[in-house]
């Protein structure tokens, strides 16, 4: 199953988009009507993408764009794959946390790791991700 670095990139942006598509509802059922089912749902989305090994997706010629694919990953983020993984690390561990809040059903269990996980989407973004 090795994707060529074009494809990489896609699916690794295809892997956030997708965290970031379950976290709005999250977002969104903590901010109106809560409904655990689609929260426990979301959450459980979120934990297996972020534990799902996406750093494989990092190979090489995925530091650059490629032709139409376009990267916001900095270079920077290649030169410390230690530091990248043990963030990535925290994201599971986070999401983890998250999916296990929402197996409860309870809202405000729920609030704490929500923010928990965002904090650590965004501990990658500020060193490793260009605007
Ligand atoms: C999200 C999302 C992100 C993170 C970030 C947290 O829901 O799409 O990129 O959380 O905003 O600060």
């Known amino acids: 199953a090795d994707l060529s670095p074009e494809e990489q990139i896609e699916t690794r942006q295809a892997g956030y988009a997708f965290m970031a598509w379950n976290m709005g509802k999250i977002k969104a059922n903590l901010e109106g009507e809560y409904n655990a089912d689609q929260v426990r749902?979301?959450?459980?989305?979120?934990?297996?993408?972020?534990?799902?090994?996406?750093?494989?997706l990092y190979g090489p010629g995925t530091d650059k764009n490629v032709g139409a694919v376009k990267t916001r990953a900095k270079p920077e983020l290649f030169q410390n794959l230690e530091d990248v993984g043990k963030?990535?690390?925290?994201?599971?561990?986070?999401?983890?946390?998250?999916?296990?809040?929402?197996?409860?059903?309870?809202?405000n269990a729920v609030k704490s790791a929500f923010a928990d996980v965002g904090a650590a989407c965004k501990a990658c973004h500020q060193k490793y991700r260009a605007d």
């Open 41 to 56: 749902a979301a959450a459980n989305v979120v934990a297996a993408i972020a534990n799902s090994g996406m750093g494989a």
């Open 87 to 107: 963030l990535a690390r925290d994201l599971g561990t986070a999401a983890n946390a998250l999916a296990a809040a929402a197996a409860t059903g309870e809202a």
